[in-house]
């Protein structure tokens, strides 16, 4: 069976999320987790040591393409990515790192995923049942 090509316009974000973390988190936490999947799937690192981890920034900034990026970029303030990102670590769903971009963009957190708890088929677009 061939490898399947990454699609940058898809992310999945597990139906067991709600189940499990719905009553727990606001809708500005729930969307900023939605948020860190799409940006993992367009920025993580897929091999290596560094596998699964990639940089963004609270503030708005604009690329050497013209890009406009960072949270505020999805309507986030500095302070709701600051209180999401500590609920969503609390509950062990992300890991992050403080760090500077190899580009030389600083005061930005380094994000990975945390999906053990979401058991994803790797050949499939659906998801194995778990229970926690």
């Known amino acids: 069976m061939e490898d399947k090509p990454k699609k940058k316009n898809f992310f999945q974000v597990p139906h067991q999320f709600e189940e499990f973390f719905g009553k727990e988190l606001r809708p500005s936490e729930k969307y900023f987790y939605t948020i860190l999947r799409k940006l993992s799937n367009r920025l993580a690192k897929r091999?290596?040591?560094?596998?699964?981890?990639?940089?963004?920034?609270?503030?708005?900034?604009?690329?050497?393409?013209?890009?406009?990026?960072?949270?505020?970029?999805?309507?986030?303030?500095?302070?709701?990515?600051?209180?999401?990102?500590?609920?969503?670590?609390?509950?062990?769903?992300?890991?992050?790192?403080?760090?500077?971009?190899?580009?030389?963009?600083?005061?930005?957190?380094y994000y990975r995923l945390n999906d053990s708890m979401f058991d994803f088929d790797e050949d499939s677009d659906e998801e194995k049942p778990h229970v926690l």
């Open 47 to 109: 091999t290596g040591k560094d596998k699964g981890w990639f940089w963004h920034i609270d503030r708005e900034f604009k690329t050497s393409d013209g890009k406009i990026l960072g949270f505020e970029s999805f309507g986030f303030s500095p302070s709701v990515s600051q209180r999401a990102r500590k609920k969503l670590r609390g509950l062990d769903l992300i890991e992050t790192n403080r760090g500077w971009n190899r580009k030389g963009h600083g005061g930005g957190t």
